[in-house]
């Protein structure tokens, strides 16, 4: 699996936060991904680039959100050993595995995690409205990353991506796009 990565908005001074291990934490002051945040995710990929060959080369998948396919992140990639492919608008939820297969299970695991959070500070100081902190925050996701129970080679094969040419495997495929598809 992929090491998370949490990006929070803030503005000034950045608030000093301990990830867990294996996890990155940015700071974007308007929250969302920026350019140098997508520049600053690729320095921490691992470096699959060799002058000598391209068989460790690795196919990196983003949607075309604009800082996705900017020429700049085109070649970061491509300097460290990875082949930018973007996936249109509008299907990403359809083909994409993180949206269809990691991001519901993610969603609900942590807010079962934040809401027993919410609810044990609540019996502890009933007067105060609960809030969590940035570091409860990054525990939560953390835990609820290391639970998610995924294949992603199936996955790739349930949203058609990988699946064999002559049809051997159409069976994986999901329901929902197989009809869009067809037969």
Same mark, same amino acid.
């Given at each position: ?28 002051? $308007?929250?969302?991904?920026?350019? *140098? &945040?997508? @520049?600053?995710?690729?320095? =921490? ?62 969603? $609900?695991?942590?807010?079962?995690? *934040? &809401?027993? @959070?919410?609810?044990?500070? =609540? ?61």
């Amino acid at each position: 699996m992929p090491t998370p990565e949490i990006v929070f908005k803030g503005k000034g001074t950045c608030t000093y936060l301990a990830p867990p291990e294996g996890m990155y934490v940015q700071w974007a002051e $308007k929250g969302s991904y920026r350019p *140098e &945040a997508m @520049l600053g995710t690729i320095t =921490l990929l691992k470096n699959r680039a060799n002058i000598f060959t391209y068989k460790d080369y690795a196919i990196y998948v983003l949607d075309d959100y604009s800082v996705h396919i900017t020429e700049e992140v085109r070649k970061a990639l491509l300097a460290r050993g990875y082949i930018l492919v973007c996936i249109g608008g509008g299907i990403t939820g359809d083909i994409q595995v993180n949206d269809t297969h990691v991001h519901h299970l993610l969603k $609900k695991q942590y807010r079962d995690r *934040e &809401a027993q @959070l919410m609810l044990d500070q =609540l019996a502890e100081t009933p007067n105060k409205v609960p809030s969590p902190q940035h570091d409860d925050m990054m525990r939560m996701l953390a835990e609820s990353w290391t639970s998610l129970k995924i294949d992603p080679k199936l996955e790739l094969k349930n949203n058609f991506i990988t699946t064999a040419f002559d049809g051997s495997e159409d069976y994986i495929v999901s329901d929902k796009l197989y009809n869009i598809v067809g037969q």
